[in-house]
């Protein structure tokens, strides 16, 4: 019985772990040069320090794998669409925590330029 409850429990952490985006490695190396272009490009105009740079490059990195697999989901385009806009603001929102108050005010300035949220592709039209 005691082996029964530690699996279960070893289980429920697994899958608790697996949904967990700060849990997430990037196996996509092309996700994680982009995050640090664009994070490099931020900084440009933000002047991080050190551990701001980490700190976002982090956060841009998380967010782009949610935006991936939102891409890649079996959601309606309407859901889908209301998942990148719900996925954008939360990004937005959580750079809060790591930028300085001057600096959050000038990321939101040039999110919009810098990470415009691409359309969402329906397929292709056939034409006949």
């Known amino acids: 019985m005691k082996r029964y409850i530690i699996l279960l ?16 490695n990037s ?14 490009k ?6 991080m320090i050190e551990d701001q740079l980490l700190k976002f490059e982090i956060k841009v990195e998380e967010f782009m794998i949610n935006e991936k697999k939102i891409r890649e989901s079996d959601l309606s385009t309407k859901e889908k669409i209301n998942a990148l806009r719900g996925n954008y603001a939360k990004e937005t929102a ?28 329906v397929g292709q039209v056939e034409t006949q």
């Open 9 to 24: 429990m070893i289980f429920c952490f697994a899958a608790v772990m697996a949904q967990n985006p700060f849990t997430q």
């Open 42 to 47: 931020y900084d440009k105009r933000l002047g």
């Open 94 to 121: 959580d750079m809060n925590d790591i930028l300085t108050r001057p600096q959050y005010k000038l990321y939101r300035k040039l999110k919009p330029k810098f990470q415009p949220i691409d359309p969402v592709v």
């Open 27 to 40: 196996h996509d190396i092309k996700i994680k040069k982009e995050a640090e272009k664009l994070s490099r």
